[in-house]
């Protein structure tokens, strides 16, 4: 994801085009890692809802755009413990409220930020590619669907399919040359 900048004076004091741009930048990579933990897209985003309100909420609190990030990151990763716990029965265990830094709370969850992030920068480059490209390498790559359903819900053909699927990733290669973990995680996906 590329650099975040936010004027903390402007988000401190409530201003809701401030905080509308938090919300553009964090939400979706934090819908994926809220999903690599319940599996369940709609659970995901109200848990990234919540965590924004909660976000809101405790505004004045936050004193850097990095804090911001640590504050979105820990509480929708203790809201998907949280979840999973009540749908498990789960016991309870001692969750630290704040952190510094990520990497020190948990190896896991810092691995999960890092490939969520490295899927954002995908996604973005994505988002660059013709709308037929995007559609199915969407479909294919992102929704893990066969090129049989992929050609029922489209109305392409299996060749067409192959050949979007191939101008795609020759596509993002290119563009994300230079970025070699980006490269590792398109070729796992491909």
């Not at 976000?55 to 949280?82: E, H, M, P, S, V």
Request: charged share 25%.
């Amino acid at each position: 994801m590329p650099f975040f900048d936010v004027d903390i004076n402007a988000f401190n004091a409530g201003e809701r085009k401030t905080f509308d741009g938090v919300y553009r930048y964090y939400s979706r990579p934090l819908q994926h890692f809220a999903f690599s933990y319940m599996h369940n897209r709609v659970l995901a985003e109200e848990i990234v809802s919540d965590s924004m309100l909660k976000l809101w909420n405790n505004r004045q609190r936050i004193r850097t755009a990095q804090q911001i990030k640590a504050f979105l990151y820990i509480a929708t990763r203790n809201a998907c413990i949280d979840s999973l716990r009540s749908i498990r029965s789960l016991p309870a265990t001692v969750l630290p409220e704040e952190a510094n830094d990520l990497k020190g709370q948990d190896p896991d969850v810092y691995n999960r930020i890092v490939y969520v992030e490295l899927l954002q920068q995908i996604e973005d480059a994505v988002e660059g590619l013709p709308l037929s490209q995007q559609a199915v390498f969407r479909k294919s790559f992102l929704e893990g669907k066969t090129t049989d359903e992929i050609a029922s819900e489209t109305g392409m053909t299996e060749s067409s399919i192959f050949t979007q699927k191939s101008k795609a990733l020759s596509t993002l290669r290119k563009l994300l040359k230079g970025n070699i973990l980006l490269l590792v995680l398109l070729a796992k996906l491909g």
